[in-house]
């Protein structure tokens, strides 16, 4: 062995020794591998295929951190027989790419010799640098394996996602992670088997618990723990709870704030508020906050909530929403959560109507028929009121007792046309009986026999029509 090599191997071997304990823990095969049985149990294809050696179609592997990914990869990599190779999207561009690209062509060329490519982060390529990949992942040169913590279909190549399987893995079970947890305690190579080392079963607990299906996060947290703590005159490393919480003092929370966390999370706050259920509400929120998402994102939503959720059942909704986002600017954090809290709590406990949405039944009206004429005595009679009559046969309610007086105000095509219908939920049961004794009045001023109530639209419908209407 030259004198090079003996070097190189001495430095990869202290490397290797001097590691963190989440990379010397790192399972090297499906047996040591833990979590994730929904796509590597007993029969699953994707564990038929590494056992068999015959993953030849690309895959995508999408999971939040420390669920596995990497650690999937290098158990195909020590399975395969076909040459590995691994990118990082964050360090190797389109150069290094070519690299691995030609010497993959020159290895099926002399040996028939497969390459599997291992690219971490890969959404985290642009454009450009995926594309650069697609060919050679549809003609075969080498079979992709792409790591990435964001949703595939919005952050990777479409047509790479078209090539791949995409296999889904979860956040670990706290089995998981303190099974993970009691193997390095007990492998006297890799981990901690080898030293007097006693962790107290609450501080293991609180371990497991804080690190939220994290495994790096954890065996991160009980390193820093057993290499931090002094032997006690026994001999012995004893880990406490204490130790343990400063070890991992605060729970990560995955959260990025142009991700699947952040939608869905402002998702789950939405639909927790509009189901009337106070307890999730606050939950959601507090995960936003405490993940440092901006509190003027979540009044935004709280304010259109208010308006299309809550809507007339409670006009205070509104109300109180905007008094909200008025006081976080007074105040900012830490007490602006309170006005946050305030008007969580109000819309969720406040009676629900989305009657605001009949305004796209009349939005659909007019893109299906056109925009009808306007009367003309309900037209401006500053310009045209002696040549053409304009605004004359107005009459101005509020010369009535009641201050209201029937008169036509729909274009004649839709005379006795009803979009708005009031629900019978809080406020709005005072305004169906008003409004009902208006149109009944309306009617027999103008004749009416007919009427068109139109039928609420569907949700999917609205949503398009509010993208519409922008």
């Known amino acids: 062995m030259k004198q090079t090599d003996l070097f190189d191997h001495a430095l990869h071997q202290r490397l290797r020794r001097e590691a963190p304990l989440a990379a010397r823990m790192r399972p090297r095969t499906l047996e040591e591998y833990v979590g994730q049985e929904h796509i590597l149990g007993e029969g699953k294809l994707l564990r ?17 951190p420390g669920s596995g990914k990497t650690t999937l990869a290098m158990v195909i990599a020590n399975q395969t027989r076909s040459h590995f190779e691994t990118l990082s999207a964050v360090l190797d561009g389109k150069a290094r790419l070519r690299e691995v690209i030609a010497a993959a062509l020159e290895r099926r060329r002399l040996h028939n010799r497969r390459t599997i490519l291992f690219v971490d982060e890969v959404h985290r390529w642009n454009k450009a640098q995926q594309d650069a990949l697609l060919p050679h992942v549809e003609n075969g040169t080498v079979t992709l394996i792409g790591a ?22 979860h956040p670990l ?32 607990d ?24 002094p032997p006690a005159e026994d001999g012995r490393i004893h880990i406490t709870l204490e130790v343990a ?38 939950y959601w929120l507090a995960k936003m906050l405490y993940a440092g998402e901006d509190p003027r994102f979540i009044v935004r939503r709280l304010l259109i909530l208010a308006a299309e ?55 659909q009206k007019i893109a299906e028929e056109g925009a009808g004429e306007v009367p003309d005595h309900l037209k ?9 009559g304009h605004g ?40 169906a009986r008003r409004l009902e004794a208006w149109r009944a009045a309306q009617r027999e001023a103008l004749g009416l026999t007919h009427t068109v109530d139109l039928p609420d639209l569907p949700q999917d419908l609205i949503e398009k029509l509010k993208r519409q209407s922008r």
Not at 149 to 169: C, D, H, Q
Not at 179 to 203: F, I, K, T
Not at 246 to 256: M, T
């Open 48 to 64: 038929r295929a590494i056992l068999a050696d015959r993953l030849f179609s690309s895959i995508l592997l999408w999971g939040p």
């Open 148 to 169: 990435t913590t964001e949703n595939p279909f919005f952050e990777v190549n479409a047509a790479l996602v078209s090539r791949s399987r995409i296999f889904r893995l």
């Open 173 to 204: 079970e706290d089995r998981h992670v303190r099974a993970l947890l009691e193997r390095a305690l007990r492998d006297p190579q890799r981990g901690y088997g080898g030293q007097a080392v006693q962790v107290e079963a609450e501080a293991l």
């Open 206 to 229: 609180h371990l497991v618990r804080v690190a939220a299906g994290d495994a790096r996060n954890a065996l991160n947290a009980l390193e820093l723990a057993i290499e931090s703590t």
């Open 245 to 282: 919480q400063e070890s991992i003092q605060q729970r990560a929370v995955l959260y990025d704030k142009d991700g699947d966390a952040h939608y869905d999370t402002i998702s789950a706050f939405i639909k927790s508020v509009r189901g009337s259920d106070p307890d999730a509400a606050l």
């Open 309 to 363: 959720d809550v809507g007339l059942a409670d006009p205070q909704g509104l109300v109180v929403a905007s008094a909200a986002a008025q006081a976080f600017e007074y105040i900012g954090l830490p007490e602006g959560i309170f006005p946050l809290v305030e008007a969580t709590l109000y819309l969720a406990t406040a009676p629900k109507s989305n009657t605001t949405t009949a305004y796209f039944k009349a939005w």
């Open 380 to 388: 401006d009679p500053s310009r045209d009121a002696r040549a053409f």
């Open 392 to 431: 004359q046969a107005y009459r101005y309610p509020h010369e009535a007792p009641d201050h209201f007086l029937p008169q036509q105000y729909l274009p004649d095509a839709l005379l006795g046309t009803y979009f708005y219908r009031p629900s019978g939920q809080g406020y709005e049961r005072e305004i």
